[in-house]
């Protein structure tokens, strides 16, 4: 059960002040050098980024002696510390993050493990440490961060090889990596800030990572100002938890949240809902997604690392890891799962007509959050993580694979010097036959995305729309049964779209013309090698938490599949309290979907569609066919011209946010301070009339005589009074 | 060690007269050796001064290193020293920035030398006396002090408008003082009415009795003077003038330091003179609402200041607008993160406006769109500007982090709806500094004079890195300022909320500190304070 239940203040506590105390007294759990994990990943920014300052400094020498701006790449011996340091410290991190998840494995853990390190903040009656917390949550999120971030930086070896900026990317990303790791590791509201922060600042610095080009510097910027407007909803969540509960500690919270609110009080109500905001920012949720597509001007594997397996998930570990506060506030929770219902239909539906390969992904993410929006907002809290860990195998391998796709177009197009776009799949097709290894592997990460036995994503998200039309119960069935719908809808457009996706790029013949083919290549092992590793994980990353109804009727008499529901139980600790909650106050879930059927049924349905809109969508689109981008114009109305402009939502921003703000900021300077309050001031002061006598004093040139005068004069009257 | 040199009994009144005596000492040298000699003065000023940083006595009494001696007996004008763990930062901030600014003018003041480096000397000899002064009389003289140099070191070193700007700046201010020095006066003579002995001893006026009336009445004339100071909206507009007028180390001991009399006069002389006034709802409402203001409003004006100098200046009025909110919530937790605020503020737009300086004295232009690109020239500076910039808007993990969150922490408490708004303060800095970082260092090179730039020299490092290491150490550690800060504190907290103060002893506080500062799940369970049932 809850760690709540096992209270017992471990007598580590006392001796906070000089961490690295004990483990708690009872927990046969013993972390293995915890602190070390987020370590490592700092050191490797520290390292990197001053081989990354020296690079660029020669750089900079470089183009005052006469070169270009973004000229020449790094000298192979350039590149020999970035390339072991960056993947290094990740990697180190994740044998760390393995050892303890392998030491967690084996004990019954009924309280975390808390490392605390030193007083951060003590005023008044406000004490936050730094401080590290060590429970089924953290770990699974550690695991996926050090793991597919481990992948992701070996990827960019051979992806960014040729990059002047070499270093420097890698010291972002393992700042990243230290920023997420301090995110999901500690052990307080504040601290989960530092790295909520901490990953937005590195995404600011990745997206914008070529900022020479301005729509790209554009890009970071904008994603940095809408994380802010989410950053402010979290702040303010923390300040009314302060007020209340009067502190920000997980263990404090949570143990005192069911004492100290109502169900479904106006207190836990608000804190939930501006946790949401801040949610919604991270999660490019609606209405703050719009940064998320931009993003995509960032290096792919960023795209993988951050904007698709990590930092916009943050949103979905936050809602899993207040899982009490929200089970306690279900207006909160219907809001959660109401906006990723609504933004996974609604994303899913522009992917359907972009044509930037990076751009349907991005969507595709956005539509995933929902997904993982609606699990954790239905009080499927493990069903939520189930799904972000999947997810962040098979959608950091699609960007791998699109990285690698426009790497090699991107090559090919340089060689030739055709001016055409690398990341536009209407200039693709017939890749299949040029890197192979990418083609099988994309389709196994589509599969799973789509949701297709016996793939990862069918696992997970199959109980994301399980829970959301069987977990009705409570006041809001018909909000339930409606975002079931939504959900179910949403699922079919993702099988779409992807198909669409794998077939424009892969399939038919190729369009990127004669001479550009020669060019075309596979990816390098650096390359490869993450992509097949998360390709096997897109397969099997899903049986770790097969539905018990399931595994019954199909592999229990095989005796497969041993670890029924093991995410579940792996991740009661953390949800049992929330679940006693939703229990006490709703009473037991439905068990069957609003329109009658058990799980298994529905499992099978899904499956069965899912296959058949991805045979029917490839053939259509391969019938239809497809002409490169110079040939073919803009849709010319309708619906799909709304959604290849992504239903005009920047452009709304634009008009109702954007310009009034700065409208409003020119009308205050210059009315306000310039006319109002400073003509006032001058009009009193009538400074213009002093200006000539005071002014009188400088014309003389000595003045370094006044001011010898002056220092005379104040010890001169000083000594005077003095004496 | 220090003890055996006495340190305790003479180095107050050697952090205040030992700039006066380099300036006179400035005068015996060549005017070539004037900027090496300014900077050994004060860079051995600022290591005398952190001997206080051991000396100081967390668990203590509240004023320590106290001296005092008769001035002018007969109105019971004292020479009467002592700081307590909110002066102790503002002096060594103020010691740490003098030698920083020094360093910075190295290029940018080229004639008058000695003149120069002598006034920003006097400048500090008023600076720290204001803060270490314990006599109302002498922190008046001393606070008067610092507006002359600053008010020739406009005029004479600025730019073009510099005359507008310095006559500005004096009129501003010199109008704040004279009410405040009515003030003065009247709280004088009330006190000693009462008390039968005339003294400006803080601690003989503290606790005088006054009405309500007469409080408010004062509240308003020494409110009204430091606001000026600060500056609070709408009494702001000498600011951006005076910033775009002065030379960079004008400009930056003007932000770093002389804003801070402002708020400083605040925490020690409203709050504690005048507990009714001060705790009045009506009072606090408008003194929030105004710092709300100003945070959302400057936060607003700055992002359309086509010149950067001028968007910093207004940065710095958003920023004082969380000061004001941290002292007006009126709990611990807000006034210590005004303070951090305060520091913060002082480490890094000082540094903004030395990075500004820098780029200035490169292209002698400080117009934003004259830039672009320039971190791939000038790659040691981008990073340096990158950090303060993240510092400037709060980025946890930085100084500006704490002191923001702090404030609104505290005012939350007692006034959820104005922190709320205050906190919309986070976005807007976003709003202002990020298209100024885009548009001075990233984006393309375009401009032709912009590719030759020359990255920073060691000096410039020398200047900026221990700005940066301060704005990233109090970020990650502030705890050994926040822990010598609380009790001074708690005795202003108190002393308005009707406790009673001990101020010549330790105040409030007493033993029960240290519990408050390690047991971090305290609150857990044991009672939470509100629910909403």
New interface residues.
């Given amino acids: 059960m809850g760690f709540t239940e096992h209270l017992v203040l471990p007598p580590a506590v006392s001796l906070l002040g000089a961490g690295w105390a004990p483990a708690a007294q009872g927990a046969a759990y013993e972390p293995f050098l915890p602190g070390l994990i987020l370590l490592l990943p700092l050191l490797g920014f520290l390292l990197n980024g001053a081989l990354a300052l020296a690079a660029g400094r020669r750089s900079a020498d470089r183009i005052r002696s006469g070169g270009a701006a973004a000229e020449g790449s790094v000298e192979p011996a350039g590149r020999m510390l970035p390339t072991w340091i960056g993947p290094g410290v990740v990697g180190v991190a994740f044998l760390l993050t393995l050892i303890n998840f392998g030491r967690m494995l084996g004990v019954e853990l009924n309280e975390p493990v808390i490392r605390s390190y030193w007083t951060w903040m003590g005023t008044g009656n406000l004490n936050v440490e730094a401080a590290i917390q060590l429970d089924p949550l953290s770990m699974v999120m550690m695991m996926v961060i050090t793991g597919v971030g481990f992948l992701i930086h070996v990827f960019s070896v051979g992806y960014m090889k040729e990059d002047p900026g070499y270093a420097r990317y890698f010291a972002y990303l393992n700042l990243f990596v230290f920023f997420m790791l301090t995110l999901v590791m500690g052990a307080n509201f504040p601290m989960m800030f530092v790295g909520w922060e901490g990953v937005g600042l590195c995404s600011y610095l990745l997206i914008g990572f070529w900022f020479h080009d301005r729509p790209k510097a554009d890009a970071g910027k904008k994603a940095f100002i809408v994380n802010r407007i989410g950053d402010f909803g979290f702040l303010v969540a923390m300040f009314i938890l302060f007020a209340t509960l009067g502190t920000l500690d997980y263990v404090g919270v949570f143990e005192a949240a069911p004492e100290a609110f109502v169900y479904g009080g106006g207190i836990v109500t608000a804190i939930t809902l501006f946790l949401l905001l801040g949610a919604t920012g991270k999660s490019a949720q609606i209405p703050l997604f719009v940064w998320l597509p931009d993003a995509m001007a960032g290096p792919t594997p960023v795209s993988a690392l951050i904007h698709a397996a990590t930092m916009v998930t943050a949103g979905v570990y936050l809602v899993a890891r207040s899982s009490v506060l929200f089970a306690l506030a279900p207006a909160g929770s219907v809001a959660v799962a109401t906006i990723g219902a609504l933004t996974a239909l609604f994303a899913a539906t522009i992917a359907l007509q972009q044509v930037d390969i990076k751009r349907v992904l991005a969507y595709s993410t956005v539509s995933q959050l929902g997904f993982m929006f609606l699990g954790v907002g239905v009080g499927a809290y493990a069903a939520g993580v189930f799904h972000l860990m999947t997810h962040a195998f098979f959608k950091a391998l699609l960007f791998l694979g699109a990285g690698a796709v426009i790497h090699s177009m991107h090559h090919a197009f340089h060689a030739t010097h055709k001016d055409w776009d690398a990341q536009d799949m209407r200039n693709m097709g017939g890749l299949r036959r040029f890197m192979p290894v990418t083609w099988i592997t994309m389709w196994v990460a589509t599969l799973a995305i789509a949701g297709i036995w016996p793939f990862a994503g069918f696992f997970s998200k199959d109980e994301i729309i399980w829970a959301s039309g069987a977990a009705a119960r409570g006041g809001f069935e018909f909000i339930y049964t409606g975002l079931w719908v939504v959900a179910l809808a949403a699922a079919v457009l993702t099988a779409i779209y992807m198909t669409r996706l794998m077939v424009m790029t892969f399939h038919g013949p190729s369009r990127a013309g004669e001479e550009e083919e020669k060019h075309l290549h596979g990816a390098p092992l650096t390359m490869t090698v993450p992509l097949i590793a998360l390709a096997v994980l897109s397969v099997f990353g899903g049986w770790v938490n097969v539905p018990g109804s399931i595994r019954e009727s199909f592999f229990g008499g095989f005796g497969l599949l041993p670890m029924s529901d093991w995410l579940d139980r792996w991740l009661a600790p953390i949800t049992a309290d929330a679940q006693a909650v939703l229990l006490a106050e709703l009473g037991p879930v439905a068990d069957q979907a609003p329109v009658g059927g058990g799980h298994v049924f529905w499992g099978a349905v899904a499956t069965v569609v899912a296959t058949a809109v991805v045979i029917l969508t490839a053939r259509s689109i391969a019938r239809a066919g497809t002409r490169p981008a110079i040939e073919e114009g803009l849709p010319e109305g309708g619906i799909r011209k709304l959604l290849y402009n992504k239903w005009y939502v920047d452009e709304l921003y634009d008009r109702i946010v954007v310009r009034p703000t700065l409208g409003v900021s020119r009308w205050a300077w210059r009315v306000v301070d310039q006319l109002l309050i400073d003509g006032t001031v001058n009009a009193v002061g009538n400074v213009t009339r002093g200006v000539g006598w005071f002014g009188s004093l400088f014309q003389t040139g000595q003045v370094n005589t006044y001011a010898f005068i002056l220092t005379l004069g104040v010890l001169a009257v000083l000594g005077v009074l003095i004496l | 060690m220090l003890n055996a040199v006495a340190y305790d009994a003479w180095i107050l009144h050697a952090l205040i007269w030992l700039p006066?005596v380099g300036?006179?000492g400035l005068?015996l040298l060549p005017e070539s050796r004037a900027k090496e000699f300014a900077f050994g003065w004060t860079g051995g000023i600022f290591l005398l001064s952190l001997g206080l940083l051991v000396q100081f006595d967390p668990g203590g009494a509240l004023f320590q290193f106290t001296s005092t001696a008769t001035?002018?007996e007969m109105w019971g004008v004292s020479?009467s020293l002592g700081i307590d763990g909110i002066s102790l930062f503002m002096i060594l901030l103020s010691t740490l920035i003098m030698p920083i600014a020094v360093l910075g003018s190295y290029n940018y003041i080229k004639e008058?030398e000695?003149?120069?480096y002598?006034?920003l000397l006097?400048l500090q000899?008023g600076i720290v006396g204001v803060f270490a002064s314990m006599d109302l009389f002498l922190f008046y003289v001393f606070f008067e002090?610092t507006l002359?140099?600053m008010y020739?070191i406009v005029?004479?070193w600025g730019g073009e408008r510099r005359?507008?700007a310095?006559?500005?700046f004096?009129?501003?201010t010199a109008?704040g003082s004279l009410l405040m020095l009515v003030g003065i006066f009247y709280l004088y003579f009330q006190a000693w009415s009462v008390t039968g002995a005339p003294s400006f001893h803080y601690l003989d006026l503290v606790g005088t009795p006054l009405s309500f009336v007469e409080q408010l009445w004062l509240f308003a004339a020494f409110g009204v003077a430091f606001s000026i100071k600060v500056p609070v909206f709408?009494f702001?507009?000498?600011l951006p003038d005076a910033h775009v007028e002065a030379p960079t180390p004008g400009s930056v001991v003007l932000a770093a330091i002389l804003l801070k009399l402002g708020t400083y006069g605040f925490i020690r002389f409203l709050l504690p003179f005048f507990p009714l006034a001060a705790g009045h709802a009506t009072v606090i409402a408008v003194m929030l609402g105004l710092a709300v203001v100003g945070i959302i409003?400057a936060a607003?004006?700055a992002?359309?200041?086509p010149d950067a100098k001028k968007l910093v200046a207004y940065t710095s009025v958003a920023h004082m607008g969380f000061v004001v909110l941290g002292v007006f919530a009126l709990?611990?937790?807000g006034i210590?993160?005004a303070l951090i605020v305060m520091i913060s503020h002082g480490i890094s737009t000082g540094a903004l406006f030395l990075l500004v300086g820098m780029l200035y004295e490169r292209r002698h232009t400080r117009l934003i769109e004259d830039f672009g690109?320039l971190?791939?020239?000038?790659?040691?500076l981008a990073?340096a500007f990158v950090i303060t910039a993240?510092a400037t808007i709060g980025?946890?993990?930085t100084s500006g982090?704490?002191g923001e969150?702090?404030a609104?922490?505290?005012a939350?408490?007692r006034h959820?709806v104005m922190?709320?708004l205050a906190?919309?303060g986070?976005?807007f800095?976003?709003?202002y500094m990020?298209?100024m970082v885009?548009k001075i260092?990233?984006?393309?090179?375009e401009r032709e004079e912009n590719?030759?730039?020359?990255?920073l020299d060691r000096r410039e490092v020398a200047v900026i890195a221990p700005l940066v290491a301060l704005m990233i150490g109090l970020g990650?550690?502030?705890?050994p300022v926040?822990?010598r800060m609380?009790p001074a504190?708690?005795a202003v907290?108190q002393h308005v909320e009707g406790g009673t103060v001990d101020w010549a002893g330790q105040g409030v506080l007493g033993s029960d500190q240290e519990e408050?500062?390690?047991?971090?799940?305290?609150?857990?369970?044991a009672?939470?304070?509100?629910?909403?049932?």
């Avoid at chain 2, 971190?375 to 040691?380: D, E, N």
């Avoid at chain 2, 590719?451 to 990255?455: C, E, N, S």
């Fill in positions: 006066l300036a006179l005068f001035w002018i020479y008058r000695q003149g120069f002598a006034l006097l000899t002090l002359v140099p020739f005029g004479i005359i507008y310095a006559v500005k004096f009129l501003y109008a709408p702001h507009t000498w409003y607003w004006v992002a359309v200041q709990t611990a937790t210590q993160g690109g971190a791939q020239v000038t790659p040691l990073t993240l980025v946890p993990g982090f704490v969150f702090l609104l922490l505290g939350f408490e959820p922190a709320a906190a919309t986070v976005i800095a976003a709003y990020l298209p885009q260092l990233f984006n393309s090179l590719r030759t730039l020359p990255d990650v550690y502030p705890q926040l822990e609380e504190v708690q907290v408050i500062a390690y047991d971090p799940i305290r609150s857990v369970g009672e939470p304070a509100g629910s909403d049932r």
